[in-house]
């Protein structure tokens, strides 16, 4: 069984604005594996950060299996990009019916605060929110960043 003919039948890939970024690779999770947990209830993000690490994943989903298996090959992996700001950057749909994504990009430093098993950041350096509507993570980024102010902290928002 291929991830690609199940769990990843409908993907979008969301190109980095800029060097220093991942791109995003979201999963449409079926409805009959979907979960609450997930995020909108069906989409699962991978944080892609190279070129080669695309094309391990490529394969990682077209491989043939026994049985279904959770597609996080890189949600484990350290980033390699992980710098010493805050770093905050929209990723648009690439189709009408897809959603918006935030993404934040936090140093070390945040990571290592949460139990190293924990699933809160995404290769120990991302967080990423998704949502139905550009107008919806409009407002959650302003509360994002309102919040990080209230507590001293300052991100760098990145335009793309």
Same mark, same amino acid.
């Not at 991830?3 to 991942?22: C, F, N, Q, V």
């Not at 944080?47 to 959770?70: A, S, W």
């Given at each position: 069984?291929?991830?690609?003919?199940?769990?990843?039948?409908?993907?979008? #890939? +969301?190109?980095?604005?800029?060097?220093?970024? *991942?791109?995003?690779? &979201?999963?449409?999770? !079926?409805?009959? =594996? /979907?979960?609450?947990?997930?995020?909108?209830?069906?989409?699962?993000?991978?944080?892609?950060?190279?070129?080669?690490?695309?094309?391990?994943?490529?394969?990682?989903?077209?491989?043939?299996?026994?049985?279904?298996?959770?597609?996080?090959?890189?949600?484990?992996?350290?980033?390699?990009?992980?710098?010493?700001?805050?770093?905050?950057? #929209? +990723?648009?749909?690439?189709?009408?019916?897809? *959603?918006?994504?935030? &993404?934040?990009?936090? !140093?070390?430093? =945040? /990571?290592?605060?949460?139990?190293?098993?924990?699933?809160?950041?995404?290769?120990?350096?991302?967080?990423?929110?998704?949502?139905?509507?550009?107008?919806?993570?409009?407002?959650?980024?302003?509360?994002?960043?309102?919040?990080?102010?209230?507590?001293?902290?300052?991100?760098?928002?990145?335009?793309?």
């Amino acid at each position: 069984m291929r991830l690609l003919d199940s769990l990843a039948a409908s993907y979008r #890939h +969301y190109m980095r604005g800029i060097e220093g970024l *991942p791109g995003i690779h &979201l999963l449409d999770i !079926p409805e009959r =594996f /979907a979960s609450r947990t997930l995020p909108l209830g069906r989409y699962y993000p991978i944080m892609v950060e190279t070129e080669l690490e695309r094309i391990e994943l490529d394969h990682f989903l077209r491989v043939d299996r026994p049985q279904l298996v959770v597609p996080d090959l890189l949600d484990r992996r350290p980033s390699s990009l992980q710098g010493n700001d805050i770093l905050i950057s #929209h +990723y648009d749909p690439t189709h009408p019916s897809w *959603p918006w994504l935030l &993404l934040c990009q936090w !140093p070390r430093i =945040f /990571a290592e605060a949460v139990p190293a098993d924990s699933d809160f950041f995404a290769r120990q350096a991302y967080t990423v929110e998704i949502f139905s509507t550009s107008l919806d993570r409009a407002a959650a980024t302003k509360h994002l960043l309102a919040s990080l102010a209230e507590n001293g902290l300052a991100a760098i928002f990145i335009e793309r």
